[in-house]
């Protein structure tokens, strides 16, 4: 036995053993992507294109942009984007301010009953949206705010979770802050202001996000709570799209408006890809 | 600390508002709906008090087809989507290079929005009279006959869906393997490499256990989440999921609730329950057998 052959085999072994990972990560690379090749390549297929492909090609030699001018004509595609836009901004908006309040309250001021309500809040993270919906669903058509925007984003402006998160932020900036800025004659609210929130900046970034992220994909409350057309978000308006939009099965022109649903959310993605996959870790939870 | 009471109450006073409209109240009022009989949402009448409601839903042909898919799509999604997860990250922590281009990757699935990259799935799968599918061409190329994936068979139905969860649930789970293996101590690897002990000895001996409150913590959710499945069969298989044979226990739910079978709030309000008690019930036994076999 020399050495050598031994250290030669090793290291044949080693990079057998790479190549086998990479060929792996590779393979499931491509399974992710596939779609959005896919639906990207139709979009850009006209429509007699792509019905006569029996095979379907993987590229296309003739690209067009008409499919898009169809997405936003044909059907009120740019309307479910204002929604889904007035929907988002809305509720993330409205639900940052009652979480910091609520957050405040806990971490840093005194009240009798604190604790309490502060365990009550924690076993409310139990509960599951379903259990809730359908008493929701009633108290908001009973309140004639079904087709609304008060109606949609009312009933998801809170967040018991995201409470806790930023109490835990809150609760780790030093009392000494608060001390001195306590001597210098400085309201609870104006501290919460000018110090608390700059501090828990990253906190409050990463829920924005999230929220944003949740808005943007959510289906189920806005399909019980909006049946008028005008309402619509852009999960509903694809539903809508699908099953009653562009005439007989218009395939390009309904990939268009998947690529221009998706692009937003892929690009804040891009954009701040750190902050939300360690937000996500952090905090998120989905499937 | 000084007391300060009101004013506590007042910056809880938001929170504290929507969450006793959204949440509270909702939560005692659905088992009230459950029990109430014959309830009618336009007059707000019921003829009495009883357990109808349940034993409607539970001999409903289309609660126990939906429950039978449910429990289908925890049984083959969760292992597998964990184990494959599992795979990929550690496939991915022992490589350097490309790394963080795989990680961006891998998790796109999760920023998008489900119901529109279902229709591409769909679309993938589906057989129309002008074409097959890429899918059934790809079968074609192994020889296999085309399947109609959509409204087939209910094996390849489910087999879409199964698919396209497992696609939607993996960033997340890769995401959280990938941090929780990047956290292990790298002292253990060293010493272990010191006594010469194998890769395979590594990997079950220092990588599961240290991993596996993580590992737990996403089969855990894994069952929550797949027992919700909703979103995912709608984008696919379209909104009336009861005449493709395809619809899952929240779906049920909302066709009780809204559509055109709708107008029931009493019997979502069962099956909601029933669906409640199930995950309650499994996520248990789960914790119960994470506290044999999870280190912490």
Redesign the interface.
């Known amino acids: 036995m020399n050495y050598d052959a031994i250290e030669v085999r090793t290291r044949r072994r080693e990079r057998l053993r790479?190549g086998f990972?990479?060929f792996?990560?590779v393979i499931?690379?491509l399974?992710?992507?596939f779609?959005?090749y896919?639906?990207l390549l139709?979009s850009l297929k006209s429509y007699s294109a792509y019905?006569?492909?029996?095979?379907?090609r993987f590229f296309t030699l003739s690209p067009t942009l008409q499919n898009y001018t169809d997405a936003f004509t044909a059907v009120p595609l740019a309307r479910y984007f204002l929604n889904t836009l007035i929907f988002t901004l809305a509720t993330t908006a409205i639900m940052l301010?009652?979480?910091t309040?609520?957050a405040?309250?806990?971490a840093r001021?005194?009240?009798?009953g604190?604790d309490l309500?502060f365990t009550f809040?924690l076993a409310?993270m139990m509960?599951?949206t379903?259990?809730?919906?359908?008493?929701?669903?009633?108290?908001i058509t009973d309140w004639n705010l079904r087709n609304t925007f008060p109606g949609l984003i009312?009933?998801s402006?809170?967040s018991?979770f995201y409470?806790y998160l930023l109490r835990e932020n809150f609760a780790q900036i030093p009392d000494e802050l608060y001390y001195a800025a306590k001597v210098d004659g400085t309201s609870?609210f104006k501290y919460l202001l000018r110090v608390m929130l700059p501090i828990s900046r990253p906190t409050m970034v990463t829920i924005t996000i999230l929220k944003v992220?949740e808005c943007?994909?959510s289906?189920?409350w806005p399909?019980?709570i909006t049946d008028d057309a005008n309402y619509f978000l852009?999960?509903n308006g694809?539903?809508e799209i699908?099953?009653n939009g562009f005439g007989r099965?218009n395939?390009p022109a309904?990939?268009a408006?998947?690529v221009v649903?998706?692009v937003p959310?892929?690009l804040?993605?891009?954009l701040f890809?750190k902050k939300?996959?360690a937000g996500?870790?952090r905090g998120?939870?989905?499937? | 600390?000084?007391?300060?009471?009101?004013?506590?109450?007042l910056?809880?006073l938001?929170?504290?508002a929507?969450?006793g409209?959204?949440?509270?109240?909702?939560?005692v009022?659905?088992f009230v709906?459950s029990f109430e009989e014959g309830y009618n949402?336009a007059s707000q009448t019921f003829f009495g008090v009883g357990l109808y409601n349940y034993s409607y839903v539970l001999h409903d042909p289309y609660f126990l087809q939906a429950l039978k898919n449910t429990f289908l799509l925890v049984i083959i999604t969760v292992p597998l989507?964990t184990g494959l997860a599992l795979?990929?990250s550690v496939?991915?922590s022992?490589?350097q290079k490309?790394k963080d281009l795989?990680?961006?990757?891998?998790?796109?699935?999760?920023?998008?929005?489900?119901?529109?990259?279902g229709?591409?799935?769909m679309?993938?799968f589906k057989r129309?009279p002008?074409?097959?599918?890429?899918v059934n061409?790809m079968l074609h190329w192994f020889g296999a006959g085309p399947i109609d994936f959509i409204d087939g068979p209910h094996w390849a139905k489910m087999f879409v869906l199964c698919f396209y969860?497992i696609?939607?649930?993996?960033?997340?789970?890769i995401?959280?393997l990938t941090?929780a293996l990047a956290s292990v101590n790298q002292d253990y690897y060293n010493a272990a490499r010191i006594d010469g002990t194998s890769r395979s000895r590594i990997f079950f001996r220092i990588t599961l256990p240290m991993i596996s409150p993580m590992l737990f913590y996403l089969i855990i959710?894994?069952f929550?989440?797949?027992f919700?499945a909703?979103?995912d069969a709608?984008a696919i298989f379209?909104?009336d999921l009861n005449a493709a044979g395809m619809n899952t226990m929240?779906g049920y739910?909302?066709d009780m609730?809204?559509g055109d079978s709708g107008g029931y709030?009493s019997y979502?309000?069962a099956a909601?329950?029933i669906?409640?008690a199930i995950?309650l019930t499994i996520t248990c036994i789960n914790l119960m057998v994470s506290r044999k076999h999870v280190h912490y």
């Not at chain 1, 019905?51 to 379907?56: C, D």
Request: glycine residues 4%; contains cysteine.
């Open positions: 790479k990972t990479y792996c990560l499931w690379a399974m992710v992507l779609p959005f896919w639906m139709s019905n006569s492909e029996y095979v379907p301010l009652v979480i309040l609520a405040f309250a806990f001021l005194n009240f009798r604190k309500v809040f409310l509960i599951p379903e259990l809730v919906v359908i008493t929701n669903f009633v108290t009312l009933p402006v809170t018991v409470i609870d992220i943007w994909n289906y189920v399909r019980l852009v999960s694809i539903q699908r099953e099965e395939i309904m990939m408006a998947v649903i998706s959310l892929i804040l993605f891009l890809r939300i996959m996500v870790s998120g939870t989905k499937g | 600390m000084e007391q300060k009471n009101a004013k506590g109450w910056y809880l938001p929170a504290i929507f969450l409209v959204f949440m509270v109240y909702p939560l009022d659905v709906y949402s989507s795979l990929i496939g991915l022992s490589i490309l795989f990680q961006t990757i891998y998790f796109l699935p999760y920023v998008t929005n489900t119901l529109a990259v229709l591409v799935f679309i993938l129309t002008y074409t097959d599918g890429l061409l969860t696609w939607v649930v993996m960033p997340f789970k995401l959280i941090s959710t894994g929550i989440g797949a919700k909703y979103s709608v379209g909104t929240v739910v909302y609730l809204y709030p979502a309000s909601a329950i669906l409640f995950v």
